[in-house]
């Protein structure tokens, strides 16, 4: 019998070799990687990424990856591979959000994986339902300050007026009364420094911080605002200063397990989670309201059968109020869902299999929620602002409609959803208790830049408002 020769044993290992390969490439996903190595797609990507994602679905099908600035970005968009992405044990937050935080809040990976969970569950506890009813008169009472300085009437652009309500309440609810500043040279300071730093949040979280300089400035006038402040935070111990002391437990946690260094970044964190969302969505909340005038007058109704119809008492709302104006709640939740964050993401730890393909260790695997709020098999009419949809859930026990992702989901979803939820009706029933409002412009449409957090509108939209008597 003739032997075979060498190399046609090598050439046969290596057809072997290269059917294995491609047979393991075909198991995954369709890859949208372009032509230039590293870069891949990122330039088209970065344009528009919100539409990127939408036509990819339609052209390759529920399951795709994107290759852009060296990460492949495995996006999933049906129910199989949104249960892999909530439920398994081979996907994980922590190690896809961990530059992220060290980028922009200069955290150590190793602190941040070393608190991460002491720090989740100590904000979960401090702002779930059972806690809620203690924020409820401090929430009224600031707001009210805040209301009193809008005068009985004027014209402002929604967003700075939303701004200007909520940057001071939600820090003196959340952190101390002494961090927000007083004197107005410092509070248009705080309003710059903390735009600039949320508008570049995603660029910041991929470049490095000596092509963003003025992103760097921002952060860093933000970082020392909160070190100065820090020592007063500590020793803040009483529960009329600030029932919840947010920040407080916060650094207790820090010092304990990490180092004092560490305090103020992780107060720069905690800042930009509870403005940067609740910002966008009670503008939006606003604007969608004031351009639906029949949604806007069942409000007003609403409100006038709870507190009367003046405007000029400092009324207290209560949880049982809430219940009575349960529209507003629909609208806000309505907002959210056609206003929701572009993505979440989990890292790929294990090899995982999504409809018959599979996706590798090292993924990063992308939902986006707010393309799942727009799927007509969960969301008839997507594109519509139907409050009244909300009937359907069962808020009473904490459960919003299905497929809504808002808040993220799984074992870290967002911990400070309810409070969000809380200070935004009690911002619209207030200030529509107060004041007769109305848009001088249309509805603007949302900007497509952003991926992370809730979409800001592009360009202005001015309120008018004239104080109710
Ligand atoms: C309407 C307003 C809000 C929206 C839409 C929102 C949305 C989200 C989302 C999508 C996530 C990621 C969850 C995931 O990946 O599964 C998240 C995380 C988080 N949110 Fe919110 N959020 C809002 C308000 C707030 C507020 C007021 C706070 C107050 C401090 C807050 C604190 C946090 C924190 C600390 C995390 C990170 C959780 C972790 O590290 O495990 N959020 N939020």
């Known amino acids: ?94 190690q896809a959000v961990q530059n992220l935080v060290y980028r922009t809040a200069s955290i150590p990976k190793n602190v941040f994986l070393a608190l991460h969970e002491k ?23 600031e707001l009210h300050e805040q209301l009193e300085s809008l005068g009985t009437h004027g014209t402002m652009d929604l967003n700075n007026l939303v701004r200007h309500l909520l940057y001071p309440v939600t820090v003196n609810m959340l952190f101390n009364k002494s961090l ?30 000596s092509l963003l300089r003025n992103w760097s400035k921002s952060k860093k006038w933000l970082l020392e605002l909160l070190e100065k402040n820090i020592p007063n935070i500590k020793a803040c111990t009483s529960a009329k200063d600030n029932s919840m002391a947010l920040l407080q437990a916060t650094v207790d946690i820090v010092e304990t397990v990490a180092s004092k260094e560490n305090s103020p970044s992780y107060g720069l964190l905690l800042l930009w989670a509870s403005l940067s969302n609740v910002i966008p969505v009670a503008f939006w909340t606003l604007a969608y309201v004031l351009s639906h005038p029949d949604v806007y007058r069942a409000i007003v109704e609403g409100i006038s059968s709870v507190f009367g119809t003046a405007g000029k008492r400092k009324i207290k709302v209560s949880e049982d109020d809430l219940e009575k104006l349960l529209l507003i709640k629909w609208c806000v939740l309505e907002t959210i869902r056609l206003r929701a964050p572009g993505v979440i993401t989990r890292k790929v730890v294990e090899p995982v299999e999504i409809l018959n393909y599979i996706i590798p260790s090292g993924d990063l695997l992308m939902l986006s929620p707010f393309w799942l709020h727009r799927n007509p098999k969960y969301f008839p009419e997507p594109e519509l602002f139907k409050p009244e949809r909300w009937k359907k859930a069962n808020l009473e026990k904490h459960c919003f409609l299905d497929c809504f992702m808002a808040f993220g989901g799984g074992k870290f979803r967002c911990p400070g959803r309810w409070f969000a939820l809380l200070e935004i009706q009690m911002c619209i029933i207030l200030m529509l208790y107060k004041y007769d409002c109305s848009l001088l412009d249309p509805l603007p449409k949302q900007s497509s830049l952003h991926l992370v957090g809730v979409p800001q509108p592009e360009g202005q939209c001015r309120i008018e408002y004239k104080q109710r008597i």
């Open 180 to 209: 927000f500043p007083t004197n107005k040279k410092k509070i248009k300071e705080f309003h710059q420094h903390f735009q600039a730093y949320d508008e570049d949040f995603e660029y910041g979280s991929q470049l490095p911080e």
């Open 1 to 94: 019998m003739e032997l075979i020769s060498p190399m046609v044993i090598i050439i046969l290992g290596c057809l072997a070799l290269f059917l294995l390969l491609q047979r393991k490439n075909l198991r995954r996903p369709p890859c949208i990687k372009g032509w230039i190595p590293w870069i891949g797609v990122g330039l088209e990507f970065g344009k528009a990424p919100l539409e990127f994602i939408e036509k990819a679905r339609i052209k390759y099908g529920p399951i795709f990856t994107v290759f852009a600035m060296g990460n492949r970005m495995t996006f999933v968009t049906e129910e199989e591979g949104i249960n892999v992405f909530l439920k398994s044990k081979k996907v994980d937050f922590e």
């Open 119 to 141: 720090l989740y569950i100590m904000l979960k506890g401090k702002m779930g339902t059972v806690n809620l009813h203690q924020f409820a008169g401090q929430l009224t009472e």
